[in-house]
């Protein structure tokens, strides 16, 4: 209607007729009906209905605005009634709405439509639930590079959106709409990620405010957050500088206490550096073989202990049950509104938490085939940490100096890394080592003392 108006002001000093099929397809609204008619009035177009003669004496306006009423009347009870059955389906535990990323609507014979995870966004999505509850992904900005760099969407992401996506509990298998109000309950669809790790992801989301994504935060500066001013013991920013022909990287101290402030080290030669240090790295393959041993060992003692565990939460579970049928026969008993709501919201709150329990005991659930293949993984990746990092791919980096180093490293401008503190992965294979009489060949970059730059 609008591009209708605006081609008629282009063009003022043609006469137009517009031809609707029917009242209700001129307007539904009472106050935009009239108002569309002045603007028609105005611009000298007349209008013309199928099934409606429009009149401009004191009767036809009258029986004008009846029929326009009534065309309101009827989009308001059709709203009414498409919300009604909209939430009788929520209820039940079917997403009536648009599918959300990652689900696709399909037919079955049983349940009508219903979600069905859709690829691959929905491993997409996993992987961003499961690595932002896990510290994989340390801000809201981390996702959207991840999904930026991967088959997600061909249109834009931005931080909103990724917002809205870590909020819906739909991932996790249920649903709910206080607007409606449904509350949370058990989907018939089937689910993407855990309750459990929805939830420590609305903890994060809770606990944390929005982070910016920085264009220095890049593969171009990996190192970036992790490097230390060694005179100083702050944090080395990292920016580029324009030379001659081209662009150069930098990083520098930015502390104005320290001796190194604003002086810069090339990026080129931190990285160079860097990967020095990852080539020392290695243990040997005796080592490799003992701590898988030794490991395999202590997670058989582990799935012992998780189904001591699991016995604990069957016994949770059922207590939880029965404070819901206690509850449920006092709200039965009970006369005062204010009684039953308060019955009510402790009887979602038990609901809540025996779903928590189950998914819980579903969590666990373990398979020595799967725990023995991520353990070839991560020994696999700790034999050769470099062929890891040479990767154009900044989380993997993120993983290299989570599980090597114990801390941040700091950073020589002329003698390279100082003496780097191991993780407890690399010390655990120099326990084995020390033990059986064999070397773990862990490099080791010693900085000469000095007292200034």
């Known amino acids: 209607m609008q591009r209708l108006l605006a081609h008629a002001d282009n063009h003022p000093h043609r006469n137009y007729v517009v031809i609707f099929d029917d009242l209700s397809r001129f307007a539904r609204d009472v106050i935009f009906h009239f108002k569309l008619r002045q603007a028609f009035e105005t611009r000298g177009i007349k209008p013309l209905c199928l099934n409606f003669n429009f009149d401009d004496s004191p009767e036809g306006e009258m029986f004008e605005g009846m029929v326009a009423l009534q065309n309101q009347y009827h989009r308001k009870n059709n709203r009414r009634q498409v919300i009604q059955k909209m939430k009788a389906r929520l209820e039940k535990g079917y997403w009536p709405h648009y599918p959300p990323p990652g689900y696709k609507q399909v037919k079955d014979p049983a349940h009508g439509k219903i979600l069905q995870p859709h690829e691959p966004q929905a491993s997409l999505i996993r992987e961003v639930f499961e690595g932002f509850a896990s510290g994989k992904f340390l801000s809201q900005a981390d996702v959207v590079k991840f999904l930026r760099a991967t088959d997600y969407s061909n249109g834009p992401i931005y931080q909103e959106g990724v917002r809205r996506l870590l909020r819906r509990v739909v991932y996790a298998g249920y649903v709910e709409r206080e607007e409606w109000e449904v509350s949370r309950r058990k989907g018939q669809h089937e689910a993407i990620i855990s309750l459990e790790t929805f ?240 070397d773990v060949e862990v490099g080791r970059i010693e900085l000469p003392s000095e007292s200034g730059p």
């Not at 373990?366 to 696999?380: M, R």
């Not at 100096?401 to 294979?429: D, N, Q, V, W, Y």
Request: proline share 3%; with cysteine.
């Open 199 to 438: 939830q420590k992801v609305q903890g994060k989301l809770d606990g944390k405010c929005r982070v910016a994504v920085r264009k220095s935060d890049s593969l171009d500066f990996a190192l970036r957050g992790f490097l230390l001013c060694p005179f100083c013991q702050g944090a080395l920013t990292a920016s580029w500088s324009r030379g001659r022909s081209k662009m150069y990287r930098f990083y520098r101290c930015k502390s104005p206490s320290c001796v190194r402030f604003n002086k810069s080290v090339s990026g080129d030669f931190v990285d160079a550096e860097f990967v020095k240090l990852l080539q020392s790295i290695y243990p040997k393959p005796g080592a490799i073989r003992l701590a898988k041993a030794v490991v395999l060992e202590l997670w058989e003692h582990k799935v012992g202990s998780l189904e001591q565990q699991q016995r604990s939460l069957e016994t949770k579970l059922k207590e939880t049950r029965r404070q819901v049928d206690v509850l449920a026969g006092r709200v039965v008993k009970a006369v005062d509104e204010r009684v039953i709501s308060a019955y009510e919201e402790q009887i979602a709150k038990y609901r809540s938490e025996g779903d928590l329990l189950q998914e819980r005991m579903k969590g666990l659930g373990v398979s020595s085939v799967s725990f023995e293949t991520a353990l070839e993984v991560v020994l696999n990746f700790l034999e050769n940490p470099l062929v890891i990092w040479e990767k154009r791919d900044i989380n993997a980096k993120r993983v290299v100096l989570k599980l090597l180093f114990a801390e941040r490293l700091a950073f020589h401008p002329k003698f390279g890394f100082e003496t780097a503190l191991k993780s407890p992965f690399i010390g655990l294979f120099e326990q084995f080592a020390t033990k059986n009489s064999q």
